[in-house]
């Protein structure tokens, strides 16, 4: 069986020539599915180029990035732009939430950008909502909840149509030690429940939280492990 996501010697060059900037070099991953895989390292590592490149945003100057067995090179803009809305759910450390609509009106939104019917794209917010613990925040606008509770609002936005692979870029970045914890309880049961899971971070107390490590430096894969098993406190 193919891997879900398979990156072969894939190199990401900026400025080509004298001053380049080599962001991705010569990286080779797989990533199955149903897997919980955090991607670490430093600001300036590569990681957010790598994010990018899974989450379809950029491409590669060279290589190949195989997504379902295809190769992302020979789909057109709008194919990427479809991968983008249904087959993969963003989390960004920033919230990215529209300061005027309600947390359901948030959650709804790229769901309208996706022709969801009115009363689905209801219910399917309403939904996932209520799985992040939200049910008695629907009416509220992003000022009236705490980082953490805006956070939730942005997995809410990401799983709402059940996306098979969440994409998380630093989402605990933002945020205290009781929100993170609460934040990464809830991709763990996104991944419990058969979610692919690929999460970026600096923090290597939120990697060892995953089942996979990949540590990034210069552009290159320094360590790729299974993450140390946790103890209960």
Known sequence: MSALVEIRDVSKVYNPGENEVRALDHISVSIDEGEFVAIIGQSGSGKSTLMNMLGCLDVPT?????????????????????????????????????????????????????????????????VALEKVGLQNRMDHRPAEMSGGQQQRVAIARAI???????????????????????????????????????????????????????????????TDSAAPVQQEA
Request: no cysteine; glycine share 8%; proline share 4%.
């Open 62 to 126: 060279s290589g190949t990035y195989m997504l379902h067995g295809q190769d992302v090179a020979d789909l057109d803009d709008d194919e990427l732009s479809d991968i983008r809305n249904h087959e993969i759910g963003f989390i960004f450390q920033g919230f990215n939430l529209i300061p005027n609509l309600t947390a359901l009106e948030n959650v709804e939104l790229p769901l309208l950008y996706r022709g969801v019917g009115r009363g689905k794209r209801r219910e399917l917010s309403e």
């Open 160 to 222: 709402a149509q059940a996306p098979p692979i969440i994409l998380a870029d630093e989402p605990t970045g933002n945020l205290d030690s009781k929100s993170s914890k609460e934040i990464m309880g809830i991709l763990q049961q996104l991944h419990s429940e058969g979610r692919t899971v690929i999460l970026i971070t600096h923090d290597n107390e939120i990697a060892a939280q995953a089942k996979r490590i990949i540590k990034i430096k210069d552009g290159r894969i320094e």
